[in-house]
């Protein structure tokens, strides 16, 4: 199974055996960091795995998840920090899905105390990872996402790369399923916007979230062999619609 596979079949695991996977795989899954490449080349970012098979490493709240591995990112504090922590470690997820473990985000999930930064680098979110309860698998037909109907509003009739495109991007895993994004089609490019809240900002989720939905797209493009760029377009905000913020733009290159 690949990256591309897992989007597929992956579910937030919130139950797990709290027994050690093999040094070796563990050791896999540590060194996939360093083969992703982020949204930013230019925000540095670190992982380090919290060993919790022996004995409670870390602080959760009443409604956090026991697992017996946490990983946790790591980023310099740069513009679109938080985005391109949600694009590497959704990667990192599929990537532990694609070894038949399962994972979940964790947000109230917090490292001891003294482990808040790295350096130059603030930690930004656990993700729970390991030997699941059950199958760590569903069917795509089984995610609780809303409808491309819903999310898409359509200016040309899309081709089927396009819907594949955003079929991934559909079964991105968002805080509290929020599904913040929205989409505006065209026949080779997509206009990505932000549903508003009561504030004018993304919250610090809602960025991340953004991350991950990007890391979904980019790798459905990568699976179909077609060149996207993620860009911000500065005439595009003109054409932004009641309640929604344009965040990037998806555009084929010719």
Sequence with gaps: MNLYEAIFVRKSIRNYEMEPISPQLLK??????????????GIQTE?????????????????GVKAPYYMAIYTEEKDKALMNAGYIMEQMSLFI?????????????????????LGDKKFVIMLAFGKCKGSPYRKAAEAKRMDLKELSVYKEVPRQWMNQLLEGARLAPSSMNSQPWRFVVYDSRIHIFAKKHNMNHLGKWEEFNFGVMFSHLMLVAEELWLEVDLIRLEDISHKNFPNNQYMLSAILKP
């Design 97 to 117: 899905c694609s070894k038949g473990l399962g994972s979940c985000f964790v947000g109230s999930a917090k490292p001891k105390p003294g482990m808040g930064k």
């Design 28 to 41: 896999e899954i540590c060194d996939y960091h360093k083969e992703i490449e982020g949204l930013n080349a």
């Design 47 to 63: 992982i380090t795995v919290i060993d919790n098979t022996k004995k409670h490493q870390i602080s959760l709240n009443p409604f």
